[in-house]
């Protein structure tokens, strides 16, 4: 019970730096886009590097031990596919009118510090002056955010339930790529409603959403797989393993690198996808 709360509030925490990028968006004098390009590639090293050499590996002896070395690795390989299907179906099925993770210029933002500032000519001209089209745009975004928010939490719920220091890796990962995320969503919130507080709000909102999945996905997982004493089979275990795995390998090469690669210059993204990495590998030495 004890990694249940800390594994819950390693999703809170997570899912809270949406509100912080919120906060950056309002309060930052300037935005430091090559901080967050860093900072995305950096999230990207550590979900790629804890993914492959970690993860994947973890759900392979869990399942090589169920079902034998030969089955038990064809079971890890589908649930890792699986996870990539089921965050591509996510993908597929939300709202397409807003791209979540859309790269605002510094233009765009300078009014959120401002309210002097006039808003920019370019984002008039591209979403148009009508408060409901940016409302909606940016709902749109909480939205989209919000759904994809729901499988990062359980990745990181259940990373962290069955290795704290594991979870702890993950969740600061999320937490970064979940910095930009914040910005987006405030945007066209504030130049639909002019309130710094329910742009706000609206960040923060779809951020909570990582512990509330976390919360519906381990419930789900207790009723339909849990045993009479509550706990979950090892099998399932490890096939959720793979699809942690495979969700978090789709959002590093869908999502974090090309915003990362928007935000910085040069080699910004791959110097911090490199010290993801390293940081990671690391980490993982040293708790041996």
Known sequence: MENFWFAFGLTVFAGLATGVGSLIAFMAKRTNYRFLSVA?????????????????????????????????????????FGGMLLIGLIDTLIPSAANPHEVHSEAEVSPLKDESEPMPKQFIKDHGLGNKKLLRMGLFTALAITIHNFPEGLATFLAALEDPALGVAIAIAIALHNIPEGISVSVPIYYATGSRFKAFWYSLLSGLAEPLGAIIGYLGIIFFFGGTDGVVPPQ?????????????????????????????KGHDSLIGLVAGMVVMALSLLLMM
């Open 236 to 264: 399932v275990m490890g096939i959720l393993f793979s699809g942690v795995a495979g969700i978090m390998v789709y959002i590093s090469l869908d999502e974090l690198l090309p915003t990362s690669r928007a935000y910085g």
């Open 40 to 80: 995305t590639g950096f999230s990207a090293g550590v979900m790629l590097y804890v993914s492959f050499v970690e993860i994947f590996v973890k759900g392979a002896n869990v399942l090589t031990q169920a079902y034998g070395a030969y089955w038990g690795h064809w079971v890890n390989t589908a649930g890792f």
